[in-house]
C-alpha cells in the first residue's frame, strides 16, 4: 500500500505562493487517485483539489479555481500542490490523501491512504 508524506507547508503572506509536495512511500501513486484536502481552525476538512492516475484529468473547489494547480510529477511518485494568490482563508493543514476509485472522486471517505497533514498559514 502507499503512505503519503506531505512537505511544503509554511507561513506566507497574502498574495504570495507556496508548493506543497506529496512524496509516496511504500510504493508510487502509480494507479492512484490523488487528492488534497484541507481543515482549517474550527472547520470540517474539505475538498481542494484531486488528479486522476492517469494525470490527465483533474478537479478543484470553486474557491481555489484559477489559483490552485495539481500535478504530477514524472516519476509517479510525486504529486504537487501549486498555490499561487494565497488568501488568509487558506490557512488550513493540507493533507495528501491517496484512492483507488476507479476516476477522480471529491469525497474524503473515498481516499483510502492518508497523509499526516502540513500547515499552511497565510498572514493578511
Known amino acids: 500500500q502507499v503512505q503519503p508524506v506531505e512537505s511544503g507547508g509554511g507561513l506566507v503572506q497574502a498574495g504570495g505562493s507556496l508548493r506543497l509536495s506529496c512524496a509516496a512511500s511504500g510504493r508510487t501513486f502509480r494507479g492512484y487517485n490523488v487528492g488534497w484536502f484541507r481543515r482549517a481552525p474550527g472547520k470540517e476538512r474539505e475538498f481542494v483539489a484531486a488528479i486522476g492516475w492517469r494525470g490527465s484529468s483533474t478537479s478543484y473547489v470553486d474557491s481555489v479555481k484559477g489559483r490552485f494547480t495539481i500535478s504530477r510529477g514524472n516519476a509517479e511518485n510525486t504529486v504537487y500542490l501549486q498555490m499561487n494568490s494565497l488568501k488568509p482563508e487558506d490557512t488550513a493543514v493540507y493533507y495528501c490523501?491517496?484512492?483507488?476509485?476507479?476516476?477522480?472522486?471529491?469525497?474524503?471517505?473515498?481516499?483510502?491512504?492518508w497523509g499526516q497533514g502540513t500547515q499552511v498559514t497565510v498572514s493578511s
Open positions: 490523501a491517496a484512492s483507488t476509485s476507479s476516476s477522480i472522486v471529491v469525497s474524503s471517505q473515498l481516499y483510502n491512504y
